[in-house]
């Protein structure tokens, strides 16, 4: 756990420049607070206690307004930028050193008991807003404009804005 916080101030410190010190960032970032609940939260999940996991879950929600559901798996090194209203769904998956920015959600698109919400490959970065919706995969370093819409995959190295998400830019070709 603390491997993954340690990752998670480095990233922090790196892509945010208002970040000055990694006591400032534990103290006063609320996506240190969200992820440390989301920790216990998953372990909790993981042996089946899943109204525990809950339960630690709505509390982090509830104070700092960051929803990660328990079941979903998160690498390290994640930074929610400005975090507030961002919801992670149950079957979600985000891949080491993404960046996530507020209002967003990656969210199911169904009901069945079944993979269902999205997966970020490493690097990523979704901007405030957007939703990225269902069984899909962002590709590692793509990148998902403010407030997209993006219900299909992105390949890595590429840049979607729009709703729907339509592809403006792919890097390294």
Request: with cysteine.
């Amino acid at each position: 756990m603390f491997e993954g916080i340690r990752a998670q101030i480095k990233h922090t410190k790196e892509a945010d420049p208002a970040a000055r010190s990694a006591f400032e960032i534990i103290v006063l970032y609320p996506h240190i607070k969200a992820l440390f609940f989301y920790r216990i939260a998953h372990f909790l999940y993981k042996i089946h206690l899943y109204f525990l996991a809950r339960l630690t879950s709505n509390i982090a929600r509830n104070w700092v307004g960051i929803e990660i559901h328990p079941g979903a798996v998160i690498g390290k090194g994640l930074l929610i930028d400005h975090g507030m209203g961002v919801v992670i769904g149950e079957t979600a998956i985000v891949g080491d050193y993404c960046t996530i920015y507020h209002q967003v959600t990656l969210g199911g698109t169904g009901k069945e008991h079944c993979k269902r919400h999205p997966t970020l490959e490493d690097h990523v970065m979704v901007g405030a807003g957007a939703k990225v919706l269902g069984n899909i995969t962002i590709g590692s370093h793509a990148k998902v404009g403010s407030n997209a819409v993006v219900t299909h995959d992105v390949a890595p190295h590429t840049s979607v804005v729009g709703i729907p998400a339509k592809e403006v830019k792919k890097r390294g070709v």
